[in-house]
């Protein structure tokens, strides 16, 4: 158990909804991470906040859009959802920032159907 | 900009054998660099990392990796596979500055047979 919760485990719906995930980082974690893992891109890094602030932005679509929360919990809200947005979404807490050693969770699994 | 390849998505080795994962970056700082590992329907464990300092890394499970700057590599090792060994293994590069981010390779899914 790595000490990252997130909820849902798995997500069923439909094109053009939208859905929020949601993640609780390890205790005195202040970095949260958004990665999407799918089978033809790999493990895609979204973006990356740190107490709050947003600090860095990958691969992330406009139609997504994330926060951190003052009690540093993160939600990712996916919206007008295609079937590409199908996909393992990893939220991971670091107890530094810099040091790279991650926490993930055990992920949301999103199905667009 | 930071990647890492990782060479040959599959690998399969009898139990008892040594595992060989490889990894290549491209980094233009010093890398941080790290392995992690996926069991099934688990996220991602941190492996082993290097970060400065000795080349060699001892990590968890007795793998081990080597930073070869020359060749600008960072292979996974281990000399005896063990069937909980079967998993997906990703290298991964970073961070740079403040931000965090890691950059992961593709994957290498190990087999281990009897």
């Known amino acids: 158990d790595s000490g990252v919760t997130q909820t849902p485990k798995h997500l069923i719906t439909a094109t053009g909804q939208r859905v929020t995930l949601r993640c609780s980082p390890r205790?005195?974690?202040?970095?949260v991470y958004w990665y999407q893992q799918s089978l033809d891109q790999g493990l895609q890094f979204l973006i990356q906040y740190y107490n709050g602030e947003e600090r860095a932005k990958g691969n992330i679509l406009e139609r997504f859009s994330a926060q951190q929360f003052p009690d540093l919990h993160s939600e990712l809200n996916l919206s007008s959802l295609e079937l590409g947005d199908s996909a393992l979404y990893f939220c991971a807490s670091s107890p530094h920032q810099g040091s790279g050693e991650l926490f993930f969770g055990e992920g949301s699994r999103l199905t667009v159907l | 900009a930071q990647s890492v390849t990782q060479l040959g998505s599959h690998v399969s080795v009898s139990e008892g054998a040594l595992v060989l994962l490889r990894c290549n970056y491209s980094s233009s700082v010093p890398p941080y660099l790290f392995w992690y590992v996926q069991y099934p329907n688990q996220g991602l464990q941190l492996l082993l990392k290097?970060?400065?300092?000795?080349?060699l890394v001892k990590g968890i499970n007795g793998f081990e990796a080597e930073f070869k700057k020359s060749e600008t590599s960072f292979h996974l090792t281990k000399p005896s596979a063990h069937m909980s060994d079967a998993a997906e293994y990703f290298c991964?590069?970073?961070?740079?500055?403040?931000?965090?981010?890691?950059?992961f390779g593709t994957g290498t899914r190990l087999q281990v047979t009897l």
């Open positions: 290097y970060t400065t300092g000795a080349t």
């Open positions: 991964a590069v970073g961070p740079t500055g403040t931000a965090s981010k890691l950059t």
């Open positions: 205790s005195g974690d202040l970095s």
